[in-house]
């Protein structure tokens, strides 16, 4: 990411308002959908609680954290950007291996139990009786 060093203030009294007004929205969200359960269609419903998880994050994007977020996700794309990316033969390569180290690993698990059963079940408890 970006090297640069801020020291954050945290949010200001306003700020906390404002997320707490959003999780207010998302709640009064949650619990319309679930009142108007007889009244509503399921569509007009659905619509609603998006309209309020909507609402809930335009009002949180204008606080001191949806502004950090944001900055965050940015510089998350650009830094995505920068990723060379495997060719398709390469990816079908690398899965090609793994699919063979996985059952050479599986059979080698296999042998392991097979042989402590024989050790156990037909040696070990054998030698008791």
Same mark, same amino acid.
Do not use: C
């Given at each position: 990411?970006?090297?640069?060093?801020?020291?954050?203030?945290?949010?200001?009294?306003?700020?906390?308002?404002?997320?707490?007004?959003?999780?207010?929205?998302?709640?009064?969200?949650?619990?319309?959908?679930?009142?108007?359960?007889?009244?509503?269609? $399921?569509?007009?419903?659905?619509?609603?609680? %998006? /309209?309020?998880?909507?609402?809930? !994050? =335009?009002? *949180?994007?204008?606080?001191?954290?949806?502004?950090?977020?944001?900055?965050?996700?940015?510089?998350?794309?650009?830094?995505?950007?920068?990723?060379?990316?495997?060719?398709?033969?390469?990816? $079908?390569?690398?899965?090609?291996?793994?699919? %063979? /180290?996985?059952?050479?690993?599986? !059979? =080698?698990? *296999?042998?392991?139990?097979?042989?402590?059963?024989?050790?156990?079940?037909?040696?070990?408890?054998?030698?008791?009786?």
């Amino acid at each position: 990411m970006n090297a640069k060093v801020e020291h954050s203030g945290g949010n200001s009294p306003a700020d906390r308002v404002k997320l707490w007004l959003a999780g207010l929205v998302v709640v009064a969200g949650i619990v319309g959908f679930y009142y108007f359960a007889n009244q509503w269609p $399921v569509a007009v419903r659905a619509i609603g609680l %998006v /309209v309020a998880f909507v609402l809930a !994050i =335009v009002v *949180g994007a204008g606080t001191h954290s949806g502004r950090a977020l944001r900055e965050y996700i940015a510089e998350s794309q650009f830094e995505l950007r920068k990723v060379v990316w495997p060719t398709r033969e390469e990816t $079908v390569r690398t899965t090609g291996v793994i699919i %063979v /180290v996985v059952i050479i690993i599986s !059979i =080698v698990l *296999g042998l392991i139990d097979l042989l402590l059963k024989v050790v156990v079940m037909d040696w070990l408890l054998k030698l008791g009786q």
